[in-house]
Every structure is written in structure tokens, then in C-alpha cells.
């Protein structure tokens, strides 16, 4: 990563010129504390339309460096072409969700060489990694954490303290480039629907400065809210073009056989009820009218 050098209690703002095929000018921000200490790599935006995580981000990036012992890159938003066509889970230069193409390719897509760039100049260096999300437009969300299963991951996600906390995520994403760079990493989700609710934002902002604190980074000990483990991640997705109504409420503890909401066939009228496989607590929503063949209808963390 190349930007202007930052003195000691410091800070820096700017964009990156990159040519990932096309070119694309990347904010970035830096705060430079005054005593030497861990790099910390904090991303927002991956999905652009995720806004409580870039304004969390921008917030975190008015961090007083005379409070902090170590550097903050800071990557508000990290997939500018998504960020401004407000595009929905992909970015439109490719049609690729770029969390689920990391490590990325330097030969490859828009979104695979953004990929690439991150994971090659930004991830490989860093100390630790905080990837914030924030529910996509059409998505309404109980806030959670997703990390790695490691030692390391798992006490960053307690120090976070969203409510809800799961090990172990695909290939392809944020969390699985920072693991193959042996760097632990959380990602936080909070916020949704095209919004940045003060809470929401609240939430990222005080798990992020938590961790920092865990790591050394800023004065004090973390003292998180309890964090609540939970085992796999069950997605269930729409098998027709439909309108899909929602009927539970995210955050609900849900059993098995639950009634989550009623797809509507497009063409027909015909309606499937879509009832929980498992008993857990539902994490994510998709809230909109429309629904594709594919699309994700709910997310449920396993009790």
C-alpha cells in the first residue's frame, strides 16, 4: 500500500489510484499513533450499500492518535463502483459479490483484482483485521459477529460484544484471505435496509475501539456486553421468482418448523409457506417484496 507517510500521532487521508482493469480511486485513512504498536486493517463498504459500516468507519478514522500506540488503515469503503451505482450484495462492473472471491486473481475480474490488491498489499501486512458490514438494502439484521476458529479470532469477537457470535465462514470471503495470511480477523454486521441507525453504528464503532483496546492499541481493558456462541450458519433461498413475505421478526428465537414467511409464485399465485429446518435464532431477513431463484431469504444461527 502506497500513501503519504504518516508521522508518529498523525493522520492521513486520500484516495488510491488503482488500474484493476479499469481505474478506481479508493479512500483510504490512516492514524498513526505516537508510540510504535500492532497494524490494524479496518474495511467497510465490501458490499456498498452496507452504510453503518462506512459511517462507523469514518468515525473510527477521527480517532485522536495521541490516544493510540500502533496504525490504523482505515478502507471506508472498499468497493467505491458498488458504493455509488447502490448496488445490492455485487459490483456491477462484473456482477461478482466481492466477499466470496478472496483471495482474488491478478488476472482476473474487476472485483477478483480488487481482491487480489487487498489481500496482497493490505491483509498480508497487517496485525489484525475488523471487516465491518452492515445488512445490505434489502436486508434486516439482529447484529452478530462471523470469525475464523481460532484463539486469537474468538477473543477479538469477544471483545467486540455484538450479542451474537459463529466460527467458521466460506471460502472466498475477507475471513478467509486474512486467515491464509495467518491474521486474525472478525466481521461485524449491524445496521440494514439502507440505513445507518445511531445504535447501529454505535454498536460498530464501540466493538471496533474494543478490540483495539484487547490489542493493546488504546488504554483500558475491554469490558464487551455477553456474547452468545452459536453453531452453524443455515441460509435458506428462494427456489422461484416470487414476492416473499416476511412474517418473523429478526432476533426471534425460532423452533424447528417455525412459519418464516410465504413466496407467492410471480406467475401463478401459488404459495409456499417457508417454515425454519432448525431451531436457532434468526440473524438475517431479506425484507424486500421481490424475490429471484437464488436469492437468500433468511440466515439462522443454530442454538
Not at 480511486?25 to 486493517?41: H, M, N
Not at 475471513?175 to 486474525?184: D, W
Not at 417457508?274 to 434468526?282: A, E, N
Request: proline residues 8%; charged residues 20%.
Amino acid at each position: 500500500m502506497k500513501t503519504d507517510p504518516v508521522l508518529p500521532e498523525h493522520t492521513a487521508a486520500g484516495l488510491l489510484q488503482l488500474d484493476l482493469g479499469l481505474p478506481v480511486d479508493l479512500p483510504y485513512r490512516v492514524v498513526r499513533g505516537q508510540q510504535e504498536g500492532p497494524l490494524l486493517v479496518i474495511s467497510a463498504g465490501v458490499h456498498g450499500a452496507e452504510y453503518a459500516s462506512i459511517e462507523a468507519a469514518l468515525r473510527l478514522a477521527q480517532l485522536d492518535p495521541a490516544e493510540l500506540k500502533g496504525t490504523l488503515w482505515i478502507f471506508p469503503v472498499l468497493n467505491p463502483p458498488s458504493f455509488f451505482a447502490r448496488s445490492i450484495y455485487v459490483n456491477p462492473i462484473d456482477g461478482k459479490n466481492l466477499n466470496r472471491v478472496f483471495p482474488g486473481r491478478s488476472d482476473g475480474s474487476f472485483s477478483e483484482q480488487l481482491a487480489d490488491w487487498f489481500t496482497r498489499e493490505v491483509l498480508s501486512r497487517a496485525d489484525a483485521y475488523i471487516d465491518l458490514h452492515g445488512g445490505d438494502l434489502i436486508e434486516a439484521l439482529e447484529p452478530f459477529v462471523l470469525v475464523q476458529s481460532t484463539p486469537a479470532s474468538r477473543q477479538m469477537a469477544e471483545h467486540f460484544g455484538l450479542p451474537y457470535a459463529l466460527t467458521g465462514w466460506g471460502e472466498g470471503t475477507t475471513l478467509s484471505a486474512a486467515a491464509a495470511c495467518g491474521v486474525p480477523a472478525v466481521l461485524a454486521e449491524a445496521g440494514g435496509q439502507g440505513l445507518w441507525p445511531p445504535e447501529a453504528v454505535r454498536l460498530l464503532i464501540e466493538g471496533s475501539r474494543r478490540v483495539m483496546q484487547g490489542l493493546g492499541m488504546l488504554p483500558g481493558e475491554p469490558q464487551p456486553p455477553r456474547v452468545t456462541w452459536l453453531g452453524s450458519f443455515v441460509w435458506l433461498r428462494s427456489t422461484r421468482r416470487a414476492f416473499w413475505r416476511l412474517k418473523a421478526q429478526v432476533g426471534s428465537h425460532l423452533e424447528a418448523g417455525a412459519l418464516l414467511g410465504v413466496l407467492e409464485d410471480f406467475a401463478t399465485g401459488e404459495v409456499e409457506e417457508i417454515s425454519s429446518p432448525v431451531r436457532g435464532v434468526l440473524l438475517f431477513a431479506v425484507s424486500s417484496l421481490a424475490m429471484n431463484p437464488g436469492d437468500p431469504l433468511v440466515g439462522i444461527g443454530t442454538a
